[in-house]
């Protein structure tokens, strides 16, 4: 009797040991799943910080601006964002370590940023019994910005891109002096001959040009807008870097104009949204519309041009105190103030089309682009006679270069990127 007694007090000792350690091996594991946990969650909250950094400073390059640097505006905002994260509850340190958790690499010329996170040691709970009482969390992420062919927003404005035009002499037209001159300077320009002096391209002074098949040519990434082919071209304020701040024709609207009118289209997805009406809602930003490079879209040239020109000038309206400082090459007095070219609704995207298909087809229906720019519209020069629906003098707006542009497609333009994480 005594001996089974005892027997069972040993078998629940045994009992006691055994559930003791399976206590301890729950717990153990309990705690090991709660170290992994919090390990996993501040590697996800870092690399989503250093994501978010990356993609920041790489939008540094979605700009041409010459005067920008680059490097400075990209860590400034790969810093800025990764501020904008915690890991751990711990808000992210941009001083580089071992005082702080960020390293920032720059590469200008592939236009690349790199993002590192250090993160100081996390405290451990299971992993404590056994020496390790923290442990380090890293994250690494590199965007850059590549070619695109896709806008979400574009204005319903089509223009020649500008080609290499070959110095001559126009037939002379009727009612006109006996020769014109087209770009007989040679310098690459569309020259502007201010007659009444008022500093503005009115209607009829501006070096009327035409695409002369077999002795003009052209070549987007060569000659187009963005290039760096007028770079040592003009004198005074025409001097601009790859056309940065270059102040082009967006619509004519008068008869004289010495410019051929056919080269300025309006356009829309089909042809019930190229009437003045259409176009005017469009221009004043009330719709918006995509726009994908080689896609064919229906051009509409001519009509009512009172409310065409009401709309430019309801659009330069949002931003009325806005002007170029065609010297220092920016915009002074924008409400939006420093981020005029982001936030300013006068900073619009328009089409640029191949010169040598269109320019010289005013009947033409429908029209391809072959890239998208980025464009300031100028203020109107004081209108004569009336409103806004009596201006003649052409609408004119100053080249800003690349746009940030929508998701990879099968073309791609030398002026629209989009911004990619790479790793």
């Not at 290039?227 to 304020?237: E, H, K, L, P, W």
């Not at 190229?274 to 719709?287: E, F, K, M, P, V």
């Not at 191949?354 to 890239?371: E, G, R, V």
Request: charged residues 20%; glycine residues 10%; neutral net charge.
């Amino acid at each position: 009797m005594s001996s089974r007694k005892s027997a069972l007090r040993e078998e629940r000792g045994v009992t006691l040991v055994l559930m003791a350690l399976m206590l301890f091996l729950a717990l153990g594991m309990s705690a090991l799943a709660i170290d992994y946990g919090m390990i996993k969650s501040a590697k996800a909250e870092g690399q989503r910080a250093m994501d978010a950094a990356a993609l920041a400073g790489a939008s540094a390059f979605i700009n041409s601006d010459p005067a920008a640097n680059f490097d400075s505006a990209a860590r400034y905002r790969a810093k800025e964002y990764a501020a904008k994260h915690t890991v751990h509850r711990v808000t992210v340190d941009t001083n580089a370590p071992p005082t702080g958790n960020l390293i920032v690499d720059v590469d200008v010329g592939a236009q690349k940023v790199t993002t590192t996170y250090v993160g100081h040691g996390i405290p451990l709970w299971f992993a404590n019994l056994f020496g390790t009482s923290t442990m380090a969390v890293t994250a690494l992420a590199a965007a850059h910005v590549e070619e695109t062919g896709v806008s979400t927003c574009v204005k319903p404005v089509a223009i020649p891109d500008i080609w290499n035009n070959a110095p001559n002499l126009q037939s002379p037209k009727k009612g006109k002096p006996p020769v014109e001159s087209e770009d007989l300077n040679g310098n690459h320009l569309f020259d502007f001959v201010d007659a009444n002096n008022n500093g503005y391209w009115d209607d009829g002074e501006t070096e009327p040009w035409k695409f002369t098949t077999g002795a003009d040519t052209y070549d987007s990434a060569s000659t187009g807008y963005g290039s760096a082919f007028r770079n040592s071209t003009g004198t005074g304020d025409q001097v601009k870097v790859k056309d940065y701040g270059r102040q082009m024709i967006l619509m004519t609207l008068g008869p004289r104009d010495n410019v051929v009118s056919s080269m300025y289209y309006a356009w829309g997805n089909d042809e019930t949204i190229t009437n003045s009406d259409s176009l005017a809602a469009r221009i004043r930003g009330n719709s918006c519309a995509p726009a994908e490079l080689q896609t064919e879209y229906r051009a509409g040239n001519g009509g009512r041009t009172g409310p065409i020109q009401a709309a430019w000038e309801d659009l330069i309206n949002t931003d009325p105190g806005a002007t170029w400082d065609n010297r220092n090459n920016t915009v002074t007095g924008s409400s939006y103030s420093g981020n005029w070219m982001d936030a300013s609704p006068r900073s619009i995207v328009v089409g640029l089309y191949d010169p040598s298909l269109y320019a010289n087809t005013p009947s033409a229906n429908a029209i391809k682009f072959i890239n998208l720019a980025k464009v300031w519209v100028d203020q109107r020069p004081p209108c004569a006679g009336g409103g806004a629906g009596n201006c003649k003098q052409p609408i004119t707006g100053r080249f800003l270069g690349f746009l940030g542009g929508g998701p990879s497609g099968p073309n791609s333009g030398t002026l629209i990127k989009h911004l990619v994480l790479i790793k």
